[in-house]
């Protein structure tokens, strides 16, 4: 099973600061957000990775278990 990037999702180095985390988050969710991209798959998909990445890298536990 291969673990997932999350890092590279969120366009970020491994150590990222959880300020340099949460404001990559939050810019590229606002840049592919379905509501601003209808119709598009590739938005929602690209969404739904954003989301998962700042699940695990927003949460400490979570992003020393995944490091």
Known sequence: MKIPDHYGRL???????????????????????????????EALERTLEINAAYEVLGDPERRAAHD
């Open 11 to 41: 366009g970020l180095e491994r150590g990222a600061a959880p300020e340099e985390i949460r404001e990559a988050y939050r810019r590229l969710s606002r840049l592919h957000h379905p509501d601003l991209n209808p119709g598009s798959a």
